[in-house]
């Protein structure tokens, strides 16, 4: 009775040992895992505030991706190997609500490059995840590099406001439209003393502007003229 009493011992201890191993390999595939995406996350924080276009504060913004990066990862490692806790996991998130609206949809497309990757280490795909989340990165920065270096057309609002002498709208016209691919008449405000029309352009170079400036100029006295970029104008 008593080797019995050994034996089953032994086993247990054994059966214990080998649970403890287990675990402590998962806690270092989880470590491996968490590192790998801080080093990532802090790839996507600088790529986002050097290379992003929002108007938001990208500081502010950019330091959120680390926590939905190493939060992922610790929820898809948690959730992946028991079916309970992912049932339980969709139901507490049908709950969540989240109240700041995402404006910009740039920043929209970092935050789901954020979750990607936390899917993709939380899921141990972790060289795979690392190569695209890199090429990604690094697809990006082209873009936006030949975007900047290339030579396209680009949409500006031109205000005007003008003395009501007399009908000086067909002539803006005329001559808005000799430098502009389209013009389009999007406000036509007359009071007592002046006029204000707002134009929408699109313009191909930044000469263009100069010459629809100079040109009206010369042809209204009293004139002003304000380009807006509507690209960079914010959402409301």
Known sequence: MENLDKVNEVDMLQ???????????????????????FILSVFVMLHY???SSVLSNRNTVS???????LTTILV???VKSSLALSLGLVGALSIVRFRTPIKEPEELAYLFLS??????????????????????????????KKEDGSVISKDYYLSID?????DHLPSILTTVSKYSLKTDLRRYQVSEDFSNIVL????VDADS???ITDELKKKFKGITVSFIDQSKMPSI
């Not at 280490?121 to 990006?140: F, P, S, Y």
């Open 209 to 211: 502007l100069h010459s």
């Open 115 to 144: 979750i990607a990757i936390g899917l993709g280490l939380g899921a141990n795909q972790t060289l795979n995840t690392i190569v695209a989340a890199l090429i990604i990165l690094a697809l990006m920065r082209l873009m936006k």
């Open 15 to 37: 059966n214990s040992f080998a649970m403890w191993s287990g675990d402590e390999l998962s806690l270092q595939i989880l470590l491996m895992n968490v590192v790998v995406g």
């Open 162 to 166: 003008i003395n009501n002498e007399k």
């Open 200 to 203: 929408f352009l699109d313009i």
């Open 49 to 51: 505030r050097r290379y």
């Open 76 to 78: 898809i490692s948690i």
């Open 63 to 69: 330091r959120v991706f680390p926590f939905i990066i």
